[in-house]
């Protein structure tokens, strides 16, 4: 690993994240939502058949299977192939959403961020500007990272984190990393042992280049 890449992810994170590692195995995000189709509304809507480029604005809710995502402004640009790309837009007061639901388990990824980017193809989501992103299991909160920009690959569920001045809020003024990673939860002495847990997320030691 390279200076660079050890002051941008700390020591003690990635530890324990390499720790959480111990079950084998990475369960996916929804299979179905690859190919399921994406539903948009909408306060307005304009359309450029040229570009295959839709813009849509006030109070937009995107759905796509388990998917679901939200912002103030929204460009979706959808290739020959049939694959989209969207570009969700919010604000501090009213940050941009990307959610989904984890594979045969009741978890669900959350992530927040200023600006959202979306790529169908790559089943990869870049959040930018105060972003975060988080892993509930059912409505408890279990895994956190907080950074200026997280990229988020939903297919392999690795995501990486940068720190700067995009990721400064009140709550974390100097804009560095931060993250919290919660052990899969135990059984009590004398309870059955439960189902095995699926790895946690796993943080990437590098940024990735997602853009198109």
């Given at each position: 690993m390279s200076h660079s890449d050890q002051s941008r992810f700390p020591r003690w994170?990635?530890?324990?994240?390499?720790?959480?590692?111990?079950?084998v195995g990475v369960a996916q995000a929804e299979r179905a939502d690859r190919d399921a189709p994406m539903n948009i509304e909408a306060d307005a809507l304009l359309y450029d058949d040229a570009s295959r480029t839709s813009t849509f604005t006030g109070n937009v809710v995107i759905t796509k299977g388990s998917i679901l995502m939200r912002g103030t402004r929204v460009v979706v640009r959808q290739d020959e192939q049939g694959h989209q790309l969207g570009r969700i837009e919010g604000d501090r007061n009213a940050q941009g959403l990307f959610r989904q639901k984890r594979e045969g388990l009741e978890e669900w990824i959350e992530g927040r961020g200023d600006r959202i980017e979306y790529d169908s193809r790559r089943e990869t989501v870049r959040l930018l500007g105060g972003a975060s992103l988080r892993r509930y299991r059912g409505t408890e909160l279990s895994d956190e990272a907080q950074g200026g920009e997280i990229v988020y690959n939903s297919a392999s569920e690795v995501f990486s984190?940068?720190?700067?001045?995009?990721?400064?809020?009140?709550e974390n003024p100097t804009g560095r990393?931060?993250?919290?990673?919660?052990?899969?939860?135990?059984?009590e002495p004398g309870q059955a042992t439960p189902p095995e847990s699926p790895a946690s997320l796993r943080p990437s030691t590098r940024m990735e280049e997602t853009r198109p």
């Amino acid at each position: 690993m390279s200076h660079s890449d050890q002051s941008r992810f700390p020591r003690w994170l990635l530890a324990g994240a390499l720790a959480s590692l111990g079950v084998v195995g990475v369960a996916q995000a929804e299979r179905a939502d690859r190919d399921a189709p994406m539903n948009i509304e909408a306060d307005a809507l304009l359309y450029d058949d040229a570009s295959r480029t839709s813009t849509f604005t006030g109070n937009v809710v995107i759905t796509k299977g388990s998917i679901l995502m939200r912002g103030t402004r929204v460009v979706v640009r959808q290739d020959e192939q049939g694959h989209q790309l969207g570009r969700i837009e919010g604000d501090r007061n009213a940050q941009g959403l990307f959610r989904q639901k984890r594979e045969g388990l009741e978890e669900w990824i959350e992530g927040r961020g200023d600006r959202i980017e979306y790529d169908s193809r790559r089943e990869t989501v870049r959040l930018l500007g105060g972003a975060s992103l988080r892993r509930y299991r059912g409505t408890e909160l279990s895994d956190e990272a907080q950074g200026g920009e997280i990229v988020y690959n939903s297919a392999s569920e690795v995501f990486s984190v940068q720190g700067g001045t995009e990721g400064r809020t009140a709550e974390n003024p100097t804009g560095r990393v931060r993250a919290m990673i919660t052990p899969a939860p135990r059984s009590e002495p004398g309870q059955a042992t439960p189902p095995e847990s699926p790895a946690s997320l796993r943080p990437s030691t590098r940024m990735e280049e997602t853009r198109p």
